[in-house]
């Protein structure tokens, strides 16, 4: 069985973990969403002017579609901002739009942690589509050659997942460290920033956890298999 009692309990606490980090940054952005920055400035206007503060003039910010879609393209150099984080002065939607702006401050100076996941992102995005299929065909078949294909392809992945932490991790520390030091929150507001992006981080964290929990279970099945 591809699935058995084992399995389920091993991936139990991270699932939970989902969960749980989806509520909480659905729910924080939500409460943060109410409270209005006392600047008045919205997530556009703060991506805009930390750009402009670090030397970065060759990023366009953006207003995308969705909800919590913000991201930065290091490709097209684009700081994508969703409709509610891109015109609302809230607490949420200027540490989101800090936070992804933190991302072009990486990509600027070159961070390691993040040169590494754009080198490695063809390999994770190729892992992560085909190691499943290789390995059920494999397991299908009795061919462990094809499991093991399907468990590095899948651990390449899974080192994607882990090097996106730091990136994440560092993004925001930059973001609350902007919004401080410029003047975009008070030292009241800055602990309702901090809680979005904590919240967000979060979810990393869960994914992280899946993936290493996930990598085990691939492990175990080709163990007894």
Partial sequence: MFFSMTDILLLAPALILTLYAQYKVKSTFAKMSQVRAASGMTGAKVAQNLLLRNNITDVKVEAVEGNLTDHYDPVHKVLRLSSNVYASNSLAAIGVAAHETGHAIQHKIAYGPLKLRQTMYPLANIGSTLAMPLFIIGLVVSFKPLLDIGIILFAAAVFFTLVTLPVEFDASKRA???LAS???????????AKRVLNAAALTYVAAAAMAVLQLVRLLLIRGRD
Wanted: hydrophobic share 30%; aromatic share 8%; no cysteine.
């Fill in 176 to 178: 609350l460290a902007q």
């Fill in 182 to 192: 410029n003047g975009y929150v008070s030292s009241e507001e800055i602990g309702g």
